[in-house]
Each structure stands twice: as structure tokens, then as C-alpha cells.
């Protein structure tokens, strides 16, 4: 096996109300790894325990530890060396809801390309029309680049972020619901993107949808009540009646 994300004891409280419990997750390279679970059991605040999101919340308290495989080397997320905004260039995320950037729809990809990464021009027109079109969104917004992001229908604002995380050609990519915006077309259009993108990048999707989990995951894990994760054996993958009889005891 060849792992990319290790979480160890991995505890996540908001206000002294723990969340996540003694997590241990171990996710391979590419996958996708689908994380399901019921509604306000702490999928989100796993996905952002990977990339140092909830420690910009001032009453939430990490305990634990999580490691990523990133350019070929270990980072230890929460080790005193690292510094959180090249772990962030490593480490994309899509979030549920769409956050498009108060600009156009081009500088949306373009600012934080510019910023973060401090590429040129040219380089960066090439990388935003490659993530456009990987996003499923080019031929949509060819036409209206210049146009204000939040112009943009709630699904083309979900592919417009999907194709800025895309444009950093980060390591693992977090996406926490990428297609509850879209229509079924669309939201197929992305599961093929995310298919062939584990081939590249380690996906780790989090999905409200059974059928669309079954089409993606390569791995499952379900979170459960107690703040953990458990493992969904392979052989339940690939029969529905023995998914959803587990799903039902689970949820
Ligand atoms: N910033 C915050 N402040 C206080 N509590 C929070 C905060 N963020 C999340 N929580 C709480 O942590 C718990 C887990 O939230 P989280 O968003 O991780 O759930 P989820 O599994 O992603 O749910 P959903 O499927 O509805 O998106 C919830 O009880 C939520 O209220
Ligand atoms: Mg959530």
C-alpha cells in the first residue's frame, strides 16, 4: 500500500465540544477515497483538520497528528517546522460552498496563482485555460472571463473553484461535496475529472450521494457518531444491497 495522508489520535473540539474523537485514518495515494456520514458528524472539520483550516477558528482546539506525503517527502502538518501556507499550495480544497473571489472570473485563478506561487503571465493564462477546461467550465465562460465571478450560476461557481484548487497541480486535493451544486450531467462530467485525475492527485471526496460514492470511491470510509472512522471493505463496494444495508446501520 502506499499511503498519503496518516491521521493519528486526531481529537477536534469547537468550544470544549469534541467533534472528532481519537481519529486514526489512513488514505492511499490517488484513489478517490470517499468520506460519507451523516450530516453534522465532523466531515468538513476532518477535511480542514488536513490542511490547518480550523485553526483559524479561535475556539477550536486540534490535538493529534497528521501527515501528508507532499513532493515526495513527509510533512508533518502540525510539526513547528512547517509552514501552513506551503502546505496549503500542496494541500487544495474545494469547499461545499462555493467561494468565489469578489473578481472576475479570470482572476480568480489568476490572484492566487500571482500571489501564492508568483508566476508569470504566460504561464499562468496557460494554467488557468487548462483548468478551466478540466473543470468542465471553458466552454461556459470563454466568452465571459472578464465577467464578475458571483455572475456565475451556484455550479459554475462550484467548477470555477474546483478549476482554481486544479491550477495549483497540488499533491492531494479535499472536496467536500464537489457536485452538490450541479445537475446530474454535470456532476457526472466531474466524477469522470476526479476518476482521471487519481491517476495524479490524492482525492479525498466527501459525499452526501451513495450512488455517486459507489461510482468514485476506490476506498470508503464512513464516520461515525463517536468521532471515528471506519473502513468499508472492498467487497461491499461492489454490491449495492450490502452498501446500503451497511449505510442503514450505520446512519
Ligand atoms: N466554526 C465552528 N464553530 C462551532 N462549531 C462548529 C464549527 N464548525 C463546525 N462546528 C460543529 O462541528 C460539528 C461538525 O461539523 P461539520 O461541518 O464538520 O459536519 P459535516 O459532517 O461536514 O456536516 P454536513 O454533512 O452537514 O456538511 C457540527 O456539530 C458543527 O456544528
Ligand atoms: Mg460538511
Known amino acids: 500500500m502506499n499511503s498519503a495522508i496518516l491521521?493519528?489520535?486526531?481529537?477536534?473540539?469547537?468550544?470544549?465540544?469534541?467533534?472528532?474523537?481519537?481519529?486514526n485514518l489512513e488514505i492511499q495515494a490517488g484513489g478517490p477515497t470517499v468520506l460519507v456520514g451523516r450530516s453534522g458528524l465532523g466531515k468538513t472539520t476532518l477535511l480542514r483538520a488536513v490542511n490547518r483550516l480550523n485553526e483559524c477558528l479561535p475556539d477550536c482546539v486540534t490535538t493529534?497528528?497528521?501527515?501528508l506525503r507532499l513532493?515526495?517527502?513527509?510533512?508533518e502538518a502540525y510539526g513547528p517546522a512547517t509552514v501552513v501556507e506551503d502546505l496549503r499550495k500542496r494541500v487544495g480544497m474545494?469547499?461545499?460552498?462555493?467561494?468565489?473571489?469578489?473578481?472576475?472570473?479570470e482572476r480568480n485563478i489568476a490572484l492566487p496563482l500571482r500571489l501564492a506561487l508568483g508566476l508569470s503571465a504566460a504561464e499562468i493564462e496557460a494554467r488557468q485555460e487548462q483548468a478551466l477546461r478540466e473543470a468542465r467550465l471553458w466552454d461556459e465562460v470563454k466568452d465571459r472571463l472578464a465577467a464578475p465571478a458571483q455572475t456565475l450560476s451556484g455550479g459554475q461557481q462550484q467548477r470555477l473553484c474546483l478549476a482554481r484548487a486544479l491550477a495549483f497541480a497540488p499533491d492531494i486535493l479535499l472536496l467536500d461535496e464537489p457536485t452538490s451544486s450541479l445537475d446530474y450531467k454535470a456532476a457526472r462530467g466531474i466524477e469522470d475529472?476526479?476518476?482521471?485525475?487519481?491517476?495524479r492527485y490524492t482525492l479525498l471526496v466527501v459525499s452526501h450521494s451513495l450512488n455517486q460514492a459507489r461510482r468514485l470511491a476506490r476506498f470508503m470510509?464512513?464516520?461515525?457518531?463517536d468521532g471515528q472512522v471506519e473502513a468499508v471493505d472492498k467487497e461491499a463496494l461492489g454490491d449495492k444491497e450490502r452498501l446500503l444495508t451497511l449505510m442503514d446501520e450505520l446512519f
Request: aromatic share 8%; proline share 4%; hydrophobic share 50%.
Open 64 to 67: 493529534g497528528r497528521v501527515r
Open 71 to 75: 513532493g515526495g517527502e513527509w510533512v
Open 94 to 105: 474545494v469547499f461545499q460552498t462555493p467561494n468565489v473571489l469578489p473578481v472576475s472570473v
Open 7 to 23: 491521521v493519528e489520535d486526531l481529537s477536534v473540539s469547537f468550544a470544549g465540544q469534541e467533534v472528532l474523537r481519537g481519529l
Open 193 to 199: 475529472l476526479l476518476l482521471e485525475l487519481a491517476s
Open 221 to 225: 470510509f464512513v464516520l461515525r457518531e
